[in-house]
């Protein structure tokens, strides 16, 4: 066999499956993809399904703005007996590399998390049957010990009977089971969109970028910034902020005393001076705010950007695609050196993350 599985917020498998099938063609790969509508879940088949795996290992997982998580099936098991769900299971990976990990993981449905129970139950024995047949490596390593090109199992249930069976490369998909991050809400932060840019960072940055792209003593401009979530977290990191909002800001975070609030219009509000980062959670018409975005960059008032695209529109991949095109031939035209990661975040509704650099 040999498919794609891939994660994605309930509602956006059509925009996930577009998007895949978009970008696996400049690697030679064309396919055709299958999915049931809400499921979260999509499954991408490449007419020659040998290209499944080279294309897995060409393609960068952060390339993928509507799939939060992905992995190569190997078989796609229906009707496993009760008495030895096992039994087939460890068959499918004894054809393959041994790992150093494994996730049991489902749809992000509400029909998906029913499954929640059985995956923690199924995960030990699950484990040890591996184990013992040295398929997965004596003491798996916690998450966060996992090395860049080790290989992570994965068991994609979708019933307790129904399961994909498959594998990625640790490096080259999401940190996250499921591709969904357990993000702690910090009690003293004014608002729950803090988690938001919590996970930007988290998705769309390296652990080195996040050390050198977010420095104490930075300046940070948030448009659109009440009550202050996102100031928060900037704040959090040691830099002054300029918020722009007609809106109130939280006292406590004003108290702090690293906080300038500004009532002005976000789409009209210009620094005085360059500043480090700028970040946008205002809520309008993408193309609107694209445009912006891009000016704060070509203009060199900002050196990062984190801004919201929100897509209440049907074909939403197409949209981005579109919106993405636009920008990168202004940047060309202006001989603007820049680097683009966006991502449909867990945190996100109806509208993606992106961020943007100056090289
Ligand atoms: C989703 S909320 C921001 C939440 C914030 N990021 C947080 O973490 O608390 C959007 C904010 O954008 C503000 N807003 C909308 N249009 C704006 C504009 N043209 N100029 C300035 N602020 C605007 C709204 O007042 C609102 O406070």
């Not at 998007?19 to 991408?44: C, H, Q």
């Not at 952060?62 to 992995?71: A, D, G, I, K, N």
Request: charged share 25%; with cysteine.
């Amino acid at each position: 066999m040999g498919f794609l599985v891939l994660y994605c917020r309930s509602g956006f498998e059509k925009d996930c499956l577009a998007e895949i099938t978009d970008k696996a063609m400049p690697y030679g790969v064309s396919g055709y993809g299958k999915l049931n509508a809400a499921e979260g879940i999509v499954r991408f088949y490449p007419h020659d399904p040998s290209a499944a795996k080279s294309l897995m290992s060409r393609m960068q997982f952060s390339e993928l703005v509507f799939t939060r998580q992905w992995f190569l099936a190997e078989a796609e098991l229906e009707g496993l007996p009760e008495s030895d769900r096992l039994g087939p299971i460890v068959e499918v990976f004894s054809s393959l590399p041994a790992m150093t990990s494994l996730v049991l993981e489902y749809g992000d449905t509400n029909e998906g998390k029913q499954l929640s129970k059985f995956c923690r139950k199924f995960s030990n024995p699950a484990r040890q049957a591996l184990r013992k047949e040295g398929l997965l490596s004596a003491k798996s390593k916690a998450r966060d010990r996992a090395e860049d090109g080790e290989v992570r199992g994965h068991l994609c249930f979708i019933s307790g009977t129904h399961v994909i069976v498959g594998q990625s490369i640790e490096g080259n998909t999401s940190l996250w089971e499921m591709g969904v991050p357990r993000l702690k809400f910090p009690a003293a932060a004014p608002s729950r969109s803090t988690l938001k840019l919590e996970e930007a960072w988290l998705q769309l940055m390296t652990a080195e970028e996040r050390m050198s792209f977010l420095k104490f003593g930075h300046t940070a401009v948030d448009l659109g910034a009440a009550p202050g979530g996102w100031t928060w977290q900037l704040v959090n990191k040691g830099m002054k902020v300029w918020a722009i909002d007609n809106g109130p800001m939280e006292e406590k975070l004003m108290d702090t005393g690293k906080v300038v609030h500004l009532e002005k219009d976000a789409f009209v509000y210009k620094p005085p001076r360059a500043v480090d980062w700028m970040v946008c959670d205002v809520v309008d018409q993408p193309a609107k705010v694209a445009d912006r975005m891009q000016r704060w960059l070509l203009e060199r008032w900002c050196h990062y950007a984190i801004f919201n695209l929100k897509l209440p529109m049907k074909q939403r991949w197409a949209e981005v695609q579109s919106i993405f095109e636009r920008m990168d031939e202004k940047f060309a035209e202006k001989g603007v050196s820049y680097e683009l990661r966006a991502k449909h975040l867990y945190h996100d509704r109806e509208e993606i993350t992106v961020f943007v650099r100056l090289l």
